[in-house]
């Protein structure tokens, strides 16, 4: 069996899960997910805890027992407790912030580029110091914050000489020796 599939999801407390067929919907104090599992996969809810199975051994129900198992848990998690990405804008002239709920964020562009903020998701700026601006991503879907995150540090990816631009948290920025004077 999938190790990740065969483990059970545990509910929390204050979630509500209904199992509608092949439809899932999750409900908890920060919001509400549903999803649509694969008609060949079936889940059960047994003693406060969700149990996904496969009907075979094929490698096609093993991928898809494990990416079930994942995605369930994943919602259980964002409407309970949430999900968050952190990134760091570094660079004289760069920051960010928050107006109307969107992202409005000076980049070394001419011009101020806005980023529309999805349903259930919310931006938060943060100034480190005078170079430095920390934005984080919040929302209920981890795919979503996922993606929200990586478009913003597509405007302006971090450069190896001067580590000038977006990127995220925890990333490492291989830094570039300059050109050396004479």
Not at 99 to 123: C, Q, T, W
């Amino acid at each position: 069996m999938s190790r990740i599939g065969k483990k059970p999801i545990p509910v929390p407390a204050k979630v509500a899960v209904n199992l509608d067929g092949r439809k899932v919907s999750v409900k908890g104090p920060k919001g509400e997910l549903s999803f649509e599992i694969h008609p060949e996969i079936s889940m059960s809810m047994e003693d406060n805890t969700l149990h996904v199975t496969r009907p075979s051994d094929e490698r096609n129900h093993r991928a898809l027992h494990g990416l079930t198992r994942a995605l369930v848990a994943n919602m259980m998690t964002g409407v309970s407790t949430g999900f968050q990405r952190t990134l760091i804008v570094e660079g004289v002239g760069y920051g960010g912030e928050v107006r109307n709920k969107d992202l409005v964020m000076k980049l070394g562009y001419s011009h101020e580029i806005v980023v529309k903020a999805p349903e259930n998701v919310s931006f938060e700026t943060e100034k480190t110091n005078p170079t430095t601006t920390v934005i984080r991503v919040n929302g209920i879907d981890k795919q979503v914050v996922g993606q929200v995150a990586s478009d913003i540090r597509k405007l302006r990816p971090p450069e190896p000489y001067l580590g000038k631009g977006v990127r995220y948290s925890d990333e490492i920025i291989r830094r570039k020796a300059g050109k050396t004077g004479k």
